[in-house]
């Protein structure tokens, strides 16, 4: 754990792999939920609760071909993953009323549509990199400052291959991307030590 002495509290972006499906209002008695997931009709009615029947619904989604996982995020969210699962024609039929449907990370009628960021509070350590530490930069970084954050919680850096977008955060008034994340010990205190990008254009 990094001494509360040396940290400051941050405040980190955290950019969705996935895609969401959001509702504008809780689902109530015989609402009919219908979506498209790759030209697979998913359809489940309301049972028992909004929050029961998000959780079937995203069971019903994570059963379709193609899907690595659906999860009830919330009782008018569900994440699903990866981004490139197809999701189209969703709505909700029936029932005294029915929620909006939206649909974020992906492309959706020919749209793109961004992912839902999170915010995730921590306290961290945000450091300028000394010289021989700016040498271990990849060269398409090193027209940006560079800061060295450490924290007790780990920050996610760019993992194509697994859908991971990087984390952002904001510092001393500027926005930061991490472009690397690894365990840390230093002092018998087991800590992450992170290397970010300063994203927005330095005065000249």
Same mark, same amino acid.
């Given at each position: 754990m990094i001494s509360s002495q040396f940290t400051k509290p941050i405040v980190v972006s955290r950019q969705a792999a996935g895609s969401s499906i959001v509702l504008s209002?809780? +689902?109530?008695?015989? =609402?009919d939920f219908k979506i498209v997931v790759n030209d697979v009709l998913v359809s489940v009615v309301y049972s028992v609760s909004a929050l029961n029947t998000m959780a079937l619904i995203a069971a019903a989604i994570a059963a379709v071909g193609g899907v690595t996982s659906a999860i009830a995020a919330s009782s008018t969210r569900i994440d699903i993953l990866p981004s490139e699962v197809g999701l189209e024609k969703a709505v909700v039929t029936g029932g005294a009323s029915q929620p909006?449907?939206? %649909?974020?990370?992906?492309?959706?009628?020919?749209?793109?549509?961004?992912?839902?960021?999170? @915010?995730?509070?921590?306290?961290?350590?945000?450091?300028? %990199? *000394?010289?021989?530490? %700016? %040498? =271990?930069?990849? #060269?398409?970084? *090193?027209?940006? #400052?560079q800061v060295k954050v450490y924290s007790d919680l780990p920050l996610l850096s760019l993992d194509e291959a697994n859908g991971v977008l990087a984390d952002?955060?904001?510092?001393?008034?500027?926005?930061? #991307?991490?472009? @690397?994340?690894?365990?840390? +010990?230093?002092?018998g205190r087991p800590h992450y030590k992170c290397m970010a990008s300063r994203?927005?254009?330095?005065p000249h």
């Open positions: 209002t809780d +689902l109530i008695a015989a =609402n909006t449907v939206s %649909l974020y990370g992906g492309y959706f009628g020919g749209t793109y549509i961004p992912g839902i960021p999170s @915010s995730i509070s921590m306290q961290a350590s945000v450091q300028p %990199l *000394r010289g021989y530490e %700016l %040498l =271990n930069v990849v #060269e398409a970084q *090193r027209g940006r #400052e952002r955060f904001t510092f001393a008034g500027h926005t930061y #991307e991490v472009h @690397s994340s690894a365990p840390n +010990l230093y002092l994203l927005d254009p330095a």
